[in-house]
């Protein structure tokens, strides 16, 4: 989607959603640029920083706040801007609005009130740690940033602890010592990643399991944005049965009243086998 072409205003405006830059200013898409070349205004979280960024560009724009304190009633004045045919960036300090950052108030009253949503995708601190982190990438969960309070961020971390995929978390440099303790007692030793002021000068990746990084922030706590990642947990092994596997398929077709096939299959799977080793299983039983 384009903007206006000429002056005459639209009957409704646009709400576009802009990633900006998480530290390297040069990371910032073309299209963004244009984008905030041809709004009405740009909406961020601290003007002061968003007018930092505008300056670097030589982007000259109406800037008004747009943060956690005001967004309630701030969300119903732009909705009128828009509806009275506003072209809006909505921009947050760094990376992409409304993740894990003020906007979705924002973005839900706009699709009620059926005025167009648009994302301007780009840089991301959570998908950058993730590509160069070395942890398994095919499935992720993002929590955000946990609770604050020491038993409120346990019983996350307890309800995080059964996934089989990489967890992606922000956290503040004061707290992460808190919550890598938190979470070597709750998760185990698994492997993590501290990415620490990803895309900046300072930039760097610690590497080791939850102790490891635990000690390491000890001694040396961390400054700037901090993005942690902590592995999957290994899955849970098959309880182990005294029952051959000819027994347990006897056993569920007489229980459920299926077929040799479908019993197969469901002994396959609760010993964790696959479907051909499950037949040459069979084949050595029965020999």
Known sequence: MTMRANSKREAIGCLYLV?????????????????????????CEDTRRTQKLLNHYA?????????????????????????????????????????????HRLVALCLRHHIPVVPIPGPSALVAALAASGMPTEEFLFAGFLPSRTGERRRALRALASQERTLVLYEAPHRLAETLEDALEVLGPRHAVIAREVTKLHEEFKRGTLKDLLEHT??????????????????????????????????????????????????????????????????VERS
């Open 19 to 43: 990633a900006t830059p998480i530290g390297n200013l040069e990371d910032i898409t073309l299209r963004a640029l244009r984008v905030l070349k041809e709004a009405d205004l740009v909406a």
């Open 218 to 283: 000890q001694r040396k706590p961390p400054r700037g944005e901090i993005t942690l990642l902590i592995g999957p947990g290994a899955a849970p092994q098959p309880a182990a049965s005294t029952e051959s596997l000819s027994e347990r398929i006897a056993q569920i077709m007489r229980a459920g009243q299926v077929d040799h096939k479908a019993a197969l299959k469901q002994a396959a799977r609760e010993r964790g086998l696959s479907k051909r080793e499950a037949y040459k299983q069979l084949l």
């Open 59 to 103: 982007i000259r724009k109406r800037l008004v706040s747009y943060h956690e304190h005001n967004e309630m009633t701030r969300a119903a004045e732009l909705v009128i801007e828009l509806e009275q045919g506003a072209q809006l960036a909505l921009v947050s300090d760094a990376g992409t609005p409304v993740i894990s950052d003020p906007g």
